[in-house]
């Protein structure tokens, strides 16, 4: 999330004084044999926007059944505002969700789909009617009141769902892949107008995607899973930055891989031995990696210069062929292979007109960066 | 249009014609004529080989008397009323106790339902007949279930259930009980279940759920399920003459006793043409029922 520069950066996870909103305490699910949740330890805190990433059945669905009461956990506990909450039904917790399938009553209208949860609850009848009118107007469906559900569009189906997951004001709102069958435009739209919503009502959201870019743009922080564990939980930027592992680095955007191995180690300066023939990469990595620890270098397409000429100022530069051009409106992607084999990506932003680009394929260029651009990961 | 397509659309049309259209027109025929002690009994008889005088003598013999008698009778009109409080109640009672089948079967797991399936379809494999039978040697005084019943203790003298509308009530919900719970099932089984999920995780508890979402969600069901039972309940015959005693009056039995023991086939075929009327109105009821089914589901 961008923070404008005078107010205060929102990282209650810093803050050793904040309490989580949320804990998993070791949580572990299993179906039978299957372990669909293996040992999770996490903290969500008040007020964030977390979004849960990962690949298809890595239990992110899973996660938010049991944060909703309808699945239990095998082992482990989770933790509501300090509660335990394994022995609490789902109506009886201040927990919404917003389900994959949007799940609407069918036989309801738009607004008795909205007024569901309100009636079930401690709200006075006669301000029932205001609370729908307002969460109808807050997602932009006010014509649409009478419908059922059969009669409005996907998109205007998924606010619904929205709007009936919000007008209870739970503490923390689920959203399950909310945007998943959303046109890429109405998507950005919607990610804004939730985003919009998440500061207006203050509600803790717990996002699941499988879309990447999505839960860069609208989360305070990531969790990246694969097989039913958390494998790094970061803010955007960090996650994008700084990936922990060769898993996160792929997951999340365009990564050039390089396989190695550390050679000398001088403080946190490395130089890595790749293949025969080629100039070792030098590059920053953690303190105190020992010789010979085989690695990987990641380096962001985008931190790739291309280049006909060798360049003088940056401490990496590696020459090869050009034999692709991905040309992506803003941005064009050059593959460059190198002498053995291995292809670089570089990313270069369109400031010019395609038509003024000097360099195409089977051109021999030189793809570069500096030594802080890439990353030595371990795993 | 080719002459196949016309093939496909009019054979259909044709087997209506043939079994539903030709029967009737020839019942509403015999009804407006007048008996007769003749083979068959009744004149004027249409014979078309005589040509066209003995078509013109058909129609101006024609006549509505049998329908006035069918008025002046109170038995008609009270076998009809009464056949239609029998055929109501049961139809509530078979609703009572196929709504819990059909819910149960919709709840049991996949690998369960299709024997669950089988099992509700299984009485049809013998013989309708037969299975009526049954119950007599279920319920008479001296059948299974006095039997039990006094074994246990429950009672010291045998139930009369046997020869009394109980027993037709009995007949009659265990005969059509699967055309009750099949169409419940078939819309219980449609239902996504996060539908529920979302109730309760909106405060509902798992009962209020059932009320606000299941229950109305499967009314379809119920409506279909209802006239499937209702329709052909109205005019049974074998049920109330075999399990029911001389106090039980349907119009099916009516009918019978009209064409086989009376021979007056012209007031029988009177009873028939009002029973079909009368049943009209619900079968266009449960067509619609079915059409607003049909499109809430596009
Ligand atoms: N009720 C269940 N019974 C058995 N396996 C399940 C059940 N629910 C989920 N799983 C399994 O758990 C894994 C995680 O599922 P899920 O949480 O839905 O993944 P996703 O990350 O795609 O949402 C999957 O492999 C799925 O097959
Ligand atoms: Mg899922």
């Known amino acids: 999330m961008a923070q404008p520069g005078n107010k205060p950066v929102f990282a209650p996870w810093n803050d050793p004084h904040q309490k989580p909103l949320i804990q998993f305490k070791n949580v572990t699910k299993r179906f039978g044999d299957f372990v669909a949740i293996d040992d999770l330890t996490l903290d969500i805190y008040a007020k964030e926007f977390f979004a849960l990433l990962g690949p298809s059945g890595c239990g992110k669905t899973t996660l938010m059944r049991m944060l909703a009461g309808f699945e239990n956990v095998t082992r482990g506990e989770i933790l509501l505002d300090g509660q335990d909450i394994a022995r609490v039904p789902p109506n009886k917790r201040a927990v919404n969700m917003m389900f994959q399938s949007y799940a609407l009553f069918p036989h309801l209208s738009v607004a008795n789909n909205i007024a569901f949860g309100l009636k079930r609850s401690s709200m006075p009848k006669e301000k029932i009617p205001a609370r729908v009118e307002e969460m109808l107007r807050l997602v932009h469906l006010e014509q649409f009141a009478n419908r059922k559900p059969h009669q409005i569009s996907g998109g205007q189906r998924q606010r619904v769902a929205l709007a009936r997951s919000l007008a209870k004001a739970p503490k923390l709102l689920l959203l399950d892949e909310p945007l998943g069958a959303l046109d890429k435009k109405l998507r950005q739209d919607t990610q804004f107008e939730l985003m919009d919503i998440q500061e207006k009502t203050g509600t803790t959201f717990v996002i699941v995607t499988h879309d990447q870019e999505e839960a860069m743009t609208v989360a305070s922080r990531v969790a990246v899973m694969d097989n039913g564990r958390m494998i790094q939980v970061d803010t955007p930027d960090r996650i994008y930055e700084t990936p922990n592992s060769v898993y996160v680095a792929d997951f999340i955007g365009d990564v050039n891989l390089i396989k190695g191995r550390i050679e000398s180690s001088g403080g946190d300066n490395y130089t890595i031995q790749w293949a025969e023939g080629q100039a070792p990469i030098t590059a920053a990595g953690p303190q105190g990696l020992t010789s010979g620890t085989s690695c990987h270098f990641a380096i962001r397409p985008e931190k790739v210069a291309i280049s006909a000429e060798k360049p003088t100022d940056r401490s990496n530069a590696l020459q090869g062929k050009i034999l692709d051009i991905a040309y992506l409106g803003n941005v064009s992607t050059y593959h460059v292979e190198l002498a053995n084999g291995q292809i670089i990506k570089a990313q270069v932003a369109n400031n010019r007109r395609i038509s003024r680009r000097d360099m195409t394929w089977d051109d021999n260029v030189w793809v570069s960066f500096t030594d802080t651009a890439g990353l030595v990961l371990l795993k | ?298």
Do not use: H
Not at chain 2, 164 to 186: H, R, W
Not at chain 2, 226 to 250: H, K, N, Q, R, W
């Open chain 2, 1 to 298: 249009m080719n002459f196949r397509r016309l093939f496909l659309i009019a054979t259909p049309y044709f087997w209506l014609l043939a079994l539903f259209l030709i029967p009737f027109l020839i019942v509403l025929k015999i009804s407006l004529s007048d008996p007769a002690v003749s083979i068959p009994p009744y004149t004027p008889t249409l014979d078309l080989s005589a040509g066209w005088g003995s078509i013109k003598t058909f129609f101006t013999e024609l006549d509505f008397e049998n329908f006035i008698f069918l008025t002046e009778d109170a038995l008609y009109w009270k076998a009809y009323l009464s056949s239609l409080q029998i055929a109501a109640i049961s139809t509530f009672l078979a609703l009572l106790v196929g709504y819990p089948i059909a819910y149960a079967m919709a709840q049991a797991s996949d690998s369960w339902r299709p024997t669950l399936m089988m099992l509700v379809i299984l009485p049809f494999w013998t013989s309708f007949l037969i299975r009526v039978y049954a119950w007599i040697g279920i319920l008479s005084n001296e059948g299974f279930l006095n039997q039990l019943l006094q074994w246990i203790g429950l009672i010291n003298e045998p139930l009369t259930i046997l020869n009394t509308n109980a027993a037709v009530y009995i007949g009659i919900i265990y005969t059509y009980l699967p055309f009750m719970v099949l169409p419940i099932y078939s819309a219980l089984e449609k239902m996504d279940e996060s539908l529920i999920e979302a109730a309760e995780d909106l405060g509902c508890s798992r009962l209020s759920a059932f009320w606000l979402v299941t229950f109305p969600l499967s009314r379809p069901g119920m409506i279909a399920g209802c006239f499937l039972v209702f329709i052909p309940a109205l005019g049974e015959f074998v049920i109330p003459s075999l399990l029911g005693g001389s106090g039980t009056l349907m119009i099916g039995k009516v009918l019978w006793e009209e064409f086989f023991n009376n021979r007056d086939w012209p007031v029988a075929s009177a009873v028939a043409v009002v029973l079909l009327l009368i049943l009209i109105i619900p079968i266009i009821l449960f067509q619609r029922n079915e059409q607003k089914q049909r499109e809430a589901d596009q």
